[in-house]
């Protein structure tokens, strides 16, 4: 037996992701305990060393660190809220897809049924996890990230965000905007050129690295939208608002759809009209924000 033997995890939701959280946790010598409410899933990784459990109650009495992986927070509810009184003192480490409020009603509960809990966003596809580009944000109790730091880093990188166990949550799903926006856009491109027969695949040659220098603006954006200076020398409101409709035109012309790009105009439009013509692109964040 080794000196200094790995903590025991469980894990519970046996998805793609699921499964390769179980795998990873195997391959960095923990002894990990799953559960999946269809059985059958258990099989390959129960072939790799894991022990199955027969329930949800006794996945969790078998790790004190319990990482959960489901569709939903519904579905996380459902499969918790039975085991009232059987997690006290346990960690529950609920890497499921949501949103801020969710996790932090989730945390509420737990923290009434004596558990700790930290809410995690996965940034990585389950193919992905162990290596050298996947990372998952923590949020929630520092002292719990702490402790179990190392067991996470079998997953791939580790960044917590804050004791609010909703921040994990946010980051996540503004990743995961900021993803959402450029794949929209270069399927608007592959649609445009579609239409008079381009190949996606040849366009992507110029495609891909005029998307890659836009985004290298990025740290630009942020750093006006962080001191409030937004003047810019390079492509204001005003000359974006007067040539979108070129787009909204194209695409109508071409006989593409554009419910995508159409409710850019609107916005444009308000930027300038509220005195923002000079300002560049990154005064839209600050438009976008019910709040301002």
Known sequence: MPANPQPPVSVIGLG?????????LLKAGHPVTVWNRSAAKTG???AQGATPADTAAEAVAASP?????????DTVRTVLEPLSGQLTGKTLANLTNGTPAQARDLADWAAKEGAGYLDGGIIAVPQMIA?????????????LFDTHQETFAAFGGTKYVGTDPGLAALYD?????????????????????GTESVPATEFSELLVPWVSAMLGGAPRWAEAIDSGQHLT??????VNQEAFPNLLSTFAAQGVSTELFAPFQP?????????HAADGLSRLADLLRKDQ
């Open 65 to 73: 660190l319990v990482v959960v992986c489901l569709t939903t927070y």
């Open 131 to 143: 290596g050298p580009h996947a990372y998952v944000l923590y949020s929630g109790a520092r002292d």
């Open 233 to 238: 020398d390079v492509s204001s409101l005003a």
């Open 16 to 24: 793609m992701m699921g499964t390769a959280l179980a795998a990873a």
């Open 267 to 275: 916005l444009l439009d308000r930027a300038v009209a509220e005195g």
């Open 173 to 193: 799903v503004a990743l995961l905007t900021g993803m959402y926006g450029m794949i929209a856009g270069v399927m608007q491109a592959y649609a445009l050129v």
């Open 44 to 46: 390959p990784l129960v």
